[in-house]
C-alpha cells in the first residue's frame, strides 16, 4: 500500500470559477457528469474543451466495485426526461463531442440499453454532425442489450476491462473478465466499422505480463483504442494503491500496445477512460 503520491501525480491548479459556472449550468438542466462523481482528477481540463462526459441512469449501482466512488445501494427508477435534458446541455455547452456513461443497472430487464439508445437519439436529433462515445456496462452479456445500443451509431463504443483477470474477484467481483470481451466482440461482430474500446487502471497489484495479456485479449476481441492510467483511491472506503506506476512505464505500454496494433492509444498516470475522447473522431 502506498499513501504519498510522488511528483509526477501533482495536478496543476484548475480554473475554479468555470468549473463551478458549468457545473451550476448542469444542476439547472438536471444532468450530471462522471467528471464530478468519480472525482476525476482531470475535471478542470475536460470542462474547458467542447466535450463532457454525461452519467445516466442514476449516481447508485448495483455492483459495489471496491476501485469505484459510485454508491452501490438500490437504484431509482430511470429519469425519462434524462435524454432531452442532456441534448439539451449538450447545446447549451456548444459540445462538438459528448461521451455518454452509466453507472451499472442489473436491475434493469435490458440494463439501461434503451435509455442509452434514447440519449443517443435525442442528442443526434439535437445536431447530427457531433460526435458521441458510448461507455456502456457489461449488461450481463446481453446481445440483444448491447445491439439497441449499437444501432443508434455511436462513432465509439467503449467497455472497460478495468484490471487483470486475477484481480477480478477481489476488485470487481460481480463482474466477469471472459463476458467483458465478449461485449467488444459482440459490438465489433453487430457492426465490424464501429470504433471499439476498453481502459485498464494501473496500480492495483498488477503484473508486467498481466497487463500485456489483456492487451493481447483485447486485440483478439478486435479493440482499437486502448486508454491506460493511474488508479488513484478516491477515498478512504475505497481499495489501496498498490504501486504508483511511472510515467516511464506507461510510455513502455503504450509503446507495446501500438506493436500490438492498437489504432490509438492513449497511457499516463492521469489517462481515464474518457480523457481526449474526441482525438480520435477527428483523425
Known amino acids: 500500500m502506498q499513501n504519498k503520491f510522488p511528483g509526477w501525480l501533482q495536478k496543476k491548479p484548475i480554473n475554479v470559477e468555470q468549473v463551478h459556472t458549468i457545473k451550476s449550468l448542469l444542476r439547472k438542466l438536471k444532468v450530471r457528469t462522471v467528471c464530478e462523481l468519480a472525482r476525476c482528477p482531470n475535471i478542470g481540463e475536460c470542462f474547458s474543451k467542447p466535450t463532457a462526459t454525461f452519467m445516466i441512469l442514476g449516481d447508485r449501482c448495483t455492483r459495489?466495485?471496491?476501485?469505484?466512488?459510485?454508491?452501490s445501494q438500490s437504484p431509482a427508477r430511470p429519469d425519462f426526461e434524462e435524454p432531452v435534458?442532456?441534448?439539451?446541455?449538450?447545446?447549451?455547452?456548444g459540445l462538438k463531442h459528448v461521451v455518454v456513461t452509466s453507472v451499472t443497472r442489473d436491475d434493469l430487464a435490458d440494463?439501461?440499453?434503451?435509455?442509452?439508445?434514447?440519449?443517443?437519439?435525442?442528442?443526434k436529433k439535437y445536431n447530427k454532425n457531433i460526435t458521441t462515445e458510448v461507455l456502456i456496462p457489461d449488461f450481463m452479456g446481453s446481445?440483444?442489450?448491447?445491439?439497441?445500443?449499437?444501432?443508434?451509431?455511436?462513432?465509439i463504443l467503449n467497455h472497460n476491462m478495468e484490471?487483470?483477470?486475477?484481480?477480478?474477484?477481489?476488485?470487481?467481483?460481480?463482474a466477469n473478465y471472459e463476458r467483458s470481451l465478449k461485449v467488444l466482440r459482440t459490438a465489433k461482430r453487430i457492426n465490424?466499422?464501429?470504433?471499439?474500446?476498453?481502459?485498464?487502471?494501473?496500480?492495483?497489484?498488477?503484473?508486467?505480463?498481466?497487463?500485456i495479456a489483456v492487451m493481447k485479449d483485447l486485440k483478439a476481441a478486435q479493440c482499437d483504442i486502448l486508454t491506460?492510467?493511474?488508479?488513484?483511491?478516491?477515498s478512504k472506503d475505497n481499495i489501496c494503491v498498490?504501486?504508483?506506476?511511472?510515467?516511464?512505464?506507461?510510455?513502455?505500454?503504450?509503446?507495446?500496445?501500438?506493436?500490438?496494433?492498437?489504432?490509438?492509444?492513449?497511457s499516463a498516470p492521469f489517462v481515464r477512460s474518457s480523457y481526449n475522447a474526441e482525438v480520435v473522431c477527428r483523425k
Open 111 to 123: 440494463g439501461g440499453a434503451y435509455h442509452f439508445a434514447a440519449t443517443l437519439f435525442q442528442i
Open 143 to 155: 446481445t440483444k442489450a448491447i445491439r439497441t445500443v449499437v444501432e443508434m451509431g455511436p462513432d
Open 242 to 266: 498498490q504501486e504508483y506506476v511511472k510515467p516511464e512505464d506507461f510510455l513502455k505500454y503504450k509503446e507495446i500496445a501500438l506493436e500490438l496494433g492498437f489504432l490509438h492509444v492513449e
Open 163 to 174: 484490471t487483470v483477470p486475477r484481480l477480478y474477484q477481489q476488485i470487481r467481483h460481480k
Open 192 to 211: 465490424n466499422k464501429l470504433m471499439t474500446k476498453s481502459g485498464l487502471m494501473l496500480g492495483l497489484g498488477e503484473r508486467e505480463d498481466e497487463v
Open 64 to 71: 459495489g466495485c471496491k476501485f469505484c466512488n459510485i454508491q
Open 85 to 93: 435534458n442532456i441534448a439539451e446541455a449538450t447545446r447549451a455547452l
Open 228 to 234: 491506460i492510467g493511474q488508479y488513484l483511491q478516491p
